[in-house]
C-alpha cells in the first residue's frame, strides 16, 4: 500500500513539474542563461537607468508586442502631389542610418535593438541589424520608450499648438523638477514652385526640419509652448517668473537654441 501511494505521489509530482515547465516556456525566455528565473541584482540595476545601449537585455515576451507591420511609408504623398519620396530634397528620417539603442518598458530597460526616428509620420523603426531586410515599427504605447544616440523617444499624450490633446513622441530636454522641458522634432513636407520664367527662382519638393516645444508642470499634461519671451515666462509661477526674467537677462539666454531653453527650465527647477 505504501509502495503504491508513493508511485502517485511520483506521478503527480512528475505531472506537476511538466505543466510548470510548460507554463514557462508559453511565457517565454526572459532571462539570459544562468540566472535560474530570477532577476539577480545587478541584473536590476542595469535595466534601470538609461544604459540598455550598452548591455544585453536577454530577451522579453512583451517584445511581441512592440512590433507591428511596416506600413508603406508614402509610396505617394496624395492624388494632388503625387509623387514618390526620390522626388522630394530632404529625408523623413532625422537620421537615416540605424543606430543601436535601448528599448524600455515603464522606464526599465529590457532589450537592444537598431532603430531609427521617423519625424515625419513620428514613429520609430526598428531592426534586429542594421542590414536588416526587415523593418518594423515599434507600437505607439505610453509603456514603452526608447533611447537613440543619448536622445529619449516617448510616446505621451500632450497638448499641441491648437489646443487639442493629441499623442505623439516627446524627447525630454530638462526633467526631475518642477518643469519638464520636452523637445519634438519634426519633418514638414512644403512643396516645390516651378520657375514659370527664366528670371524666376524655383526650388523643388523637400522636407523642411521643425522644431516644438512642451511643458510639462507639476506632473501635468505637456503643453505647447512658442520659443517667445512673453509665453516662455508664463510657464513658470508667479513667485518664479521675476528670478526667471533676471536670469535669462544676465546669462542672454538665446530662446530660439533648445540648450538656451533647456538651461533656463534646469534654472527655475533649483528655485
Known amino acids: 500500500m505504501k509502495t503504491c501511494y508513493t508511485n502517485k505521489a511520483r506521478i503527480f509530482s512528475f505531472v506537476l513539474f511538466a505543466l510548470m ?9 526572459i532571462h539570459s542563461p544562468g540566472e535560474g528565473g530570477m532577476f539577480t541584482q545587478d541584473r536590476l540595476a542595469l535595466m ?16 511581441m508586442d512592440l512590433y507591428n507591420d511596416m506600413r508603406t511609408k508614402m509610396g ?4 494632388d502631389v503625387n509623387l514618390t519620396l526620390e522626388d522630394i530634397d530632404g529625408t523623413i528620417y532625422l537620421d537615416e542610418s540605424f543606430k543601436i539603442g535601448g528599448l524600455y518598458q515603464n522606464g526599465v530597460a529590457f532589450k ?11 514613429e520609430v523603426e526598428l531592426r534586429e541589424s542594421p542590414d536588416s531586410d526587415v523593418t518594423r515599427s515599434m507600437v505607439k504605447n505610453e509603456e514603452y520608450s526608447c533611447s537613440i544616440n543619448g536622445d529619449e523617444f516617448m510616446y505621451m499624450q ?11 513622441y516627446l524627447s ?12 519634438k522634432r519634426v519633418k514638414v513636407f512644403k ?4 520657375a514659370k520664367t527664366s528670371l524666376e527662382r524655383g526650388f523643388p519638393h523637400r522636407f523642411l526640419d521643425k522644431v516644438e516645444y512642451y511643458v510639462s508642470v507639476n506632473g501635468g499634461t505637456p503643453e505647447y509652448m512658442k520659443a517667445k519671451k512673453s509665453e516662455v515666462l508664463d510657464m513658470f509661477s508667479d513667485e518664479d517668473q521675476k528670478k526667471v526674467k533676471q536670469f535669462m537677462k544676465d ?21
Not at 534601470?48 to 517584445?63: I, R, V
Not at 537592444?112 to 513620428?122: E, G, Q, T
Not at 500632450?158 to 505623439?168: C, I, L, M
Not at 525630454?172 to 523637445?183: D, F, I, M, N, W
Open 48 to 63: 534601470k537607468g538609461t544604459g540598455a545601449e550598452d548591455a544585453d537585455m536577454g530577451n522579453n515576451p512583451w517584445m
Open 112 to 122: 537592444r535593438m537598431y532603430m531609427r526616428f521617423d519625424a515625419y509620420n513620428d
Open 172 to 183: 525630454p530636454l530638462v526633467k526631475g523638477g518642477e518643469y519638464v522641458l520636452y523637445e
Open 158 to 168: 500632450y497638448t499641441d499648438d491648437k489646443g487639442a490633446t493629441v499623442k505623439g
Open 191 to 194: 512643396e516645390g514652385k516651378p
Open 251 to 271: 546669462k542672454h539666454i538665446n530662446l530660439g537654441d533648445n540648450m538656451g531653453l533647456a538651461n533656463l527650465f534646469a534654472y527655475a527647477n533649483t528655485l
Open 21 to 29: 515547465v510548460s507554463f514557462a516556456n508559453a511565457q517565454g525566455n
Open 76 to 79: 505617394r504623398l496624395g492624388e
